[in-house]
């Protein structure tokens, strides 16, 4: 049963970092700064998301 519920949190955590990655290339930022969080979400997934929740391009 752990397996399951670990592969199933792994989805949602791989369906929310896209999503995020999507929302920052559709955002009004720069292609500097779109790129830097990108790498940031890629690079880092926990703590890039959380950082990108916080501070990341509104919109």
Do not use: H
Request: charged share 10%; glycine share 14%.
């Amino acid at each position: 049963m752990g397996l399951e519920v670990g592969g199933l949190l792994g989805l949602i955590w791989l369906i929310i970092v896209i999503w995020a990655i999507v929302k920052v290339a559709k955002s009004p930022a720069g292609p500097l700064a779109k790129v830097l969080w990108i790498l940031a979400l890629l690079l880092f997934p926990l703590v890039g998301l959380i950082v990108w929740f916080l501070m990341g391009p509104k919109g």
